[in-house]
């Protein structure tokens, strides 16, 4: 059971690039989300999924794009990658239906913006 | 708005030394209490919870009691190991079903 995995696991971008992060989970969870963690920051909320077809923005949305065609995956976007998007970046996915399920995070993707 | 305070690192302790890392929250209801684990390279992993006052959630030698008078989740163990060196992140669930990270605690155990 591979649970959540995240493509690719290393990236170097150079400031005006795009690309997307992927984010798959075969454990038929519901509610799907992507942070960013930076030193001395914690986890903060990018943009997240509560269903097939449907995104929310989270705490810190701007100069990214998310999308959820399929329900066990859930894309990442950035346009135009700025050095200020350098950071680890987590995906993570929890059952819709259960109050108080944790999360199940992915093992991360490390992007540097040059 | 909901949010965390946690104690800051990083905490570099002996083997078999007892470890406290504090957390406070602040939120609007009644949020259920999480702490994660974050070993290198690794994402976040479950570590305990506790969803309702007086709770104590207990994993892996490590416990937590849920302090709704003092809006407090310390995370405990009485006795840590060198594999128990990570980064620990104390994490409320809010009524609106949102996480909130704390900045997390790294801790080194040195044999």
């Known amino acids: 059971n591979a649970g959540v995995t995240q493509t690719p696991k290393f990236r170097v971008l150079k400031t005006g690039q795009s690309m997307t992060l992927l984010c798959a989970q075969d454990?038929?969870?519901?509610?799907m989300y992507w942070y960013r963690q930076d030193p001395g920051m914690g986890l903060r909320l990018i943009h997240y999924?509560?269903?097939?077809?449907?995104?929310a923005k989270g705490e810190v949305p701007d100069g990214y794009n998310v999308s959820r065609l399929k329900k066990q995956n859930f894309l990442l976007g950035l346009e135009s990658a700025a050095p200020s998007q350098t950071s680890v970046y987590f995906c993570?996915?929890?059952?819709?239906?259960?109050?108080?399920?944790?999360?199940?995070f992915g093992n991360g993707t490390r992007l540097t913006v040059t | 708005g909901d949010s965390v305070t946690q104690m800051e690192g990083p905490v570099t302790l002996s083997e078999e030394a007892f470890l406290t890392i504090n957390c406070t929250y602040t939120?609007?209801?009644?949020?259920?209490l999480f702490w994660y684990v974050q070993y290198p390279g690794e994402g976040l992993q479950l570590l305990l919870k506790?969803?309702?006052?007086?709770d104590k959630g207990s994993n892996k030698g490590f416990e937590a009691t849920y302090r709704k008078e003092t809006t407090s989740f310390h995370l405990e163990k009485g006795s840590v190991q060198v594999s128990d060196s990570a980064v620990y992140f104390c994490?409320?669930?809010?009524?609106?079903?949102?996480?909130?990270f704390g900045t997390g605690t790294s801790l080194t155990v040195i044999p």
């Open positions: 993570a996915s929890r059952p819709g239906l259960t109050r108080n399920s944790p999360l199940h």
């Open positions: 454990m038929n969870h519901e509610y």
């Open positions: 999924s509560v269903g097939e077809g449907t995104t």
């Open positions: 939120a609007t209801g009644y949020p259920s």
């Open positions: 506790a969803t309702k006052a007086d």
């Open positions: 994490a409320p669930l809010s009524t609106g079903n949102q996480f909130y």
